[in-house]
């Protein structure tokens, strides 16, 4: 599929510079696009690449489209974001209509609501009493357990599991592998014994979530665990029993939030960071890779913890040391008092 | 399904106070019962809760119990224990029966031994040479190799995926996602390329052993995995060619135990561990989260190592300050020296 | 199968002392074999085992060979790398004919190319435009979709899931769990809400890749994915978008590797490291477990990151000084200057 430059300018809701009739067909990165994509620049660092790009138009900020005067443009103050955009108008023309139907290898149980509209691919699995929404893809392997709900457009990838008493909102996206609802990890002590203590919540999740591969979602142990709208979560991911996270907040890969925590909503948590339970992060806040949050954070937080790896000569030798820490600063504090008697003594 | 409190007290060996035939119908936390439910104090911080509940009934410690002598309360040493068994008997009556058979798009193969009283999900495939206790459930999609024993009450969820030569011991109960019996990482290098050395061993698993949604535990090199009677293992765990786990050990999510690493018995190791491979754990050991252990631990160990999450900006300075600890320790050597060479010159 | 140790010694390519008649059926540890097997030493600390073994042979470096002249010996300057040529040599022979052909619970989709004797277990799901080559083991419940493309004798164990527009070369090994093209965790922020960048590039993997259980790598955004020729990785792996893995590099379980990042070739990488993204990693680097590379290193770094476990005690009060290490440290400058000027003024 192809669109001129200005329809493109139209659809993404910008203005454009140059020749408005130039066909484009592709998006494609600075470096490898040729005549007849369109490329983006949002990371100052990749400027050359731009000065050298063979790309027939390029999304831009205002600053350097002016620089680029002679150039097709598309001008945004979000070239990423308009980038999206357009890249999303080409994955919805060159896929093709979307398949239909249930497949008759496909195992459903009795009372459940399936719009026409939906797709149920090969072996999937779904139980009693299940609703699925409008517009529904769930891909071949998947297993639904009962009382499940998903709203419209839902998309769940191949050999996803959704336990019983799970809602999803419109628009969710769950990658495969990942498990959305079993057992939270909640067992008393009886005299060295575990004795499972029974997960009885389930897990309700807004509209416009995404979740990546392999991805843990534990049900709640009474209440439900609570994801909000527009949250993102990425791969290899624990979610824990009624851990509540709130809209708009975006989590990296192989992160791992302990249970019966709270976190705000717009926060941006990275990679393989760890959150220990019961405790509250704030709205806004930023956690840095690898970091342990041991303790409640409020609005606006910015937090880190890792160690940056470094040399592994300097790392042995400070490590040691660091074990030495509470002597050193007692020693400091003593050196301190002889200084300050020396000096009186002088 | 409904009960007395003077029934709940029985099923659970405890002593009531208040009304015994007060009727209570289900389990909910403090702040959310209402009249009919059962709820129950472990953890002092909710102190607040129990003097606003709705509940019918509480469970409570003798002392606490004394304080509210007008309530309904079941009295334990132990609420979250005793809560434990109480919500097991509404999970047990609540349930109704559950479904037995195989279903008839399940693949098995032959010389297998699948007692009457088992479930066999929709899309399940079982290899050859596979047996099965009494009362097992084997969910929709999960998928057993050749060469399996599981004992009696075994669960495992969905999308579960069993290699060949693992045993697992009755009431065994996997989550969906889990992997058990995957190849060892090991290769020996040929000059810059890796050869496999072929992972012949098994994985032995004990009875009454949770392993969580998303765990990989791998089979042995020669010899087998093993994992012993009352293991709790949570998500996301890697559990790496022949580790040895000790019975009653409980795991947190997203720890990693490598090769060849021996575990005591009733050790809590928190979410997010690393521990090397080649070593040996103690009994009665607690590691907190996300520490690296990299050398053996003798019995009733504390360990921790992982450097809580700091604003920023004191990160940024320390991580700076942390290269250079061996030179700030040899500048104190130094000051001592120094001092004590000005205090005896004076 | 048994062979004579001549015959194991031809096929290692290696000599060997004692009685070339001996007859071995088996691979076993030292401390565990019995007559008729064959262990080996690789590790200079189990050399008591040797001592004690009941081995029939063993495989040692020509050095200890020397020492146990009585013994029958395969003798190797690298016995583990002997060991895995003789334990497959086994493998192979124990392990009879492979299944061929194409379980009828399998849905194949259109415009497919699978051999003659390529394996297709129970309910597995195979989209459209996918070609295997010769030789492939496709185990029961894994999912390929449209226009992917195996290389010969791929091996793909059970649940699975490949997404469309990955290739996988020659002797691929993927274990169970593991999903490869999953959408990389790319959002582009639109006043608070994140929209999806749609992630249209394909992951490429060189021939002789092993791949663990539920490990994750994501497709490219624009781009493909690149894993090159006998790379090795280990389970719950983490593999972003773009990311760039060099030939014969190994990555040990739980590893995290944020999008855009390069990976020489021939690094090896422990468990639980994290790198950050859009950095490069040299060829020759080592990485020690738990890590967190937050820059570009170059060839044959050695790095490490992460804090050993300590004693709790001593940990909390390390902790404390940590975040305040820049104080420290000005105040040993200060008393630097104060020494100076007192020894100046004496």
Not at 108 to 116: A, L, T, V, Y
Not at 186 to 197: L, Q
Not at 330 to 344: G, P, T
Request: negative net charge; charged residues 15%.
């Amino acid at each position: 599929m192809s669109a001129r430059l200005s329809e493109l300018a139209e659809h993404a809701g910008i203005d454009f510079q140059g020749d408005g009739d130039c066909v484009i067909d592709a998006v494609n990165t600075l470096s490898d696009a040729v005549a007849g994509e369109i490329s983006f620049l949002a990371n100052p660092k990749y400027l050359s690449q731009l000065q050298n790009t063979n790309a027939s138009a390029v999304i831009l900020d205002p600053q350097i489209a002016a620089e680029f005067a002679s150039a097709n443009v598309l001008i945004s103050e979000n070239p990423y974001l308009s980038f999206a955009h357009i890249a999303k108008w080409f994955e919805d023309h060159d896929r093709g209509e979307l398949p239909i139907g249930i497949h008759p290898s496909a195992v459903i149980g009795s009372e459940c609501n399936i719009p026409d509209n939906c797709f149920i691919g090969a072996n999937v699995s779904i139980g009693s009493y299940v609703t699925l929404g409008s517009g529904c893809r769930i891909e071949a392997g998947t297993v639904i357990a009962d009382h499940v709900l998903l709203g419209e457009n839902v998309h769940l990838y191949s050999n996803v599991t959704i336990y019983s008493h799970v809602t999803l909102g419109d628009n969710g996206i769950v990658h495969s592998g990942t498990v959305i609802g079993s057992d939270g990890f909640g067992f008393a002590n009886d005299k060295g014994v575990w004795i499972k203590v029974p997960q009885r919540g389930g897990v309700r999740i807004g509209r416009d979530v995404e979740i990546g591969a392999c991805t843990t979602i534990d049900c709640g142990a009474i209440n439900d665990t609570i994801i909000e709208d527009g949250v993102k979560i990425d791969n290899l991911i624990q979610v824990a029993h009624n851990v509540f996270i709130g809209k708009n907040t975006a989590i990296a890969g192989q992160t791992g939030i302990a249970g019966s925590t709270t976190i705000g909503s717009h926060c941006t948590i990275a990679g393989g960071v760890g959150i220990v339970g019961h405790i509250e992060i704030g709205d806004y806040c930023h956690i840095a890779g690898m970091a342990l949050v041991s303790k409640s954070l409020p609005d606006k937080s910015v937090a880190s913890g890792a160690v940056p790896a470094m040399d592994h000569g300097i790392w042995s030798k400070s490590m040691v040391r660091l074990r030495q820490l509470d002597d050193m600063a007692k020693k400091i504090r003593k050196l301190e008092k002889q200084i300050e008697s020396l000096s009186n003594g002088s």
